[in-house]
């Protein structure tokens, strides 16, 4: 039986923070004790960038429950965002010191700690799993982390984890390639009254595959002094769906009432200028919005979508190494898929920049990493930003990150990733095989 969301938790999805925190306040004044309460206040206040009452309220729940290890991971996983590595480290160690062989603790402990061979933690799930011990719902999580750790003697641990996920959580390519020519199907159709713009807001929407730099490209864009950062909404996605949907298909921008058109620009615009009515440049990096990225230029013609690219082999490569949440991204479980979602992507960015060549940017990672000033002046040009030096800086930037590259966006910009999946090409035949065949070789 699904569970239904709790107040919070709708109010939270609809990126009503304030209301959360009012909400969830509300309630644990009512019952100060009550975990499951303090839990959804915690999170209302993390959604809601209040770092001191969000770290007080993790407090709370680690008093109450001190023998358990989900505070502990959740207080850790905050502070990780915040880029205070070694106080989350040191919370993850002693959740491990309660629950040994929790796989999801070790891969978060790998995030940000540059784990050995010779770590207790790592030789005790290393045991665990070669013996058999490993609870099955633990050994995803352990296998990522344990690769990170063991490095190529590792692999065998990453396959497994890849294939037991991969299981779980089946893909159909097909369903995401039609899902694309829907969109196009429903763009190539010009709106009747057309789309009424909002230049109150300029949305800084950043697009790409996971992995391609999307992350990087937002810390430098954030570093500025007027821009808000976002992260990953979700947000242009779903309020297009909301307006574009009709009897669970997408319906063609000339059939679509001028009224709800509006009303999906309103409904955006909302949640992309959250509790600040100031707001102006805010990024946003969502990875979907490139399906709808050229609507999204109609709706507002003061912002700009950024698609980001990156050799297809390192994005392949960084993907099936590193762990998704179920539901997330099926693809990365499987080489090939993986491949081919890259595809997908790539031809609807190929649609959008046919369909309008000048009204997009269009950056490679490699570029920004090789010759950063250059670039991220460029960059902040084409984005009707004044250069800032911060900005060539983004490893200062003090803000809350939530991505996969909660540690790499702590180190100034360097080009020691490129080509990383060189090391590994033998083990990437899959990849490298189904990136020939579709004739994705580079960026």
Known sequence: MKRVP?????????????????????????????????????????????????LYTFDRLIKLLPKHPKPLADKAHFLQQLGDEDQANALL???????PTNGSLLRMLAATDGLSS??????VQKTAWDTGKMPPRDKVDAGFALFRALGPAGLPYLSEANALQRKANPWDIQQRRAESRAFQTVFDAEPRSGINPDTSIAPLFITGMPRSGTTLIEQILSSHSGVTALGETGFPLRA??????????????DQVPSVRLEQ??????????GSDPQVFYVTDKSIPTYLVAGLLKKMYPLGRVIFVHRDPRDIGWSIWRNHFSDG??????????????????????DYWNAKDPSGFINI?????????????????KSCALTVEEACFHPE????????????????PINAKSIGGWQKYADHLEPLILELDLLQLHSV
């Open 118 to 123: 010779s770590d207790p933690n790592v030789i």
């Open 364 to 380: 490679a990672y490699e570029d920004i990493v090789r010759n950063p000033r250059e670039q991220i002046e460029a960059l902040l």
């Open 93 to 99: 160690r002693k959740a491990l010191k309660l629950a």
């Open 240 to 253: 297009v769906y909301s307006a574009l949907s009709k009897n669970n298909a997408l319906v063609p921008l």
């Open 6 to 54: 709790d107040a919070v938790e709708v109010l939270l999805a609809r990126a009503d923070f304030s209301e959360a925190v009012e909400l969830a306040l509300k309630r644990s004044i009512a019952k100060p004790k009550d975990v499951l309460t303090l839990d959804l206040l915690a999170r209302a206040y993390v959604a809601n960038s209040d770092r001191t009452k969000a």
């Open 328 to 349: 997330t991204h099926g693809y990365s479980n499987d080489q090939r898929d993986i491949a081919r979602q890259i595809k997908v992507f790539k031809d609807m960015v």
């Open 396 to 411: 200062q930037n003090t803000r809350s990150v939530s991505t996969l590259s909660i540690d790499q966006v702590r180190h």
């Open 264 to 273: 999906m620009t309103q409904q955006l615009t909302k949640a992309l200028r």
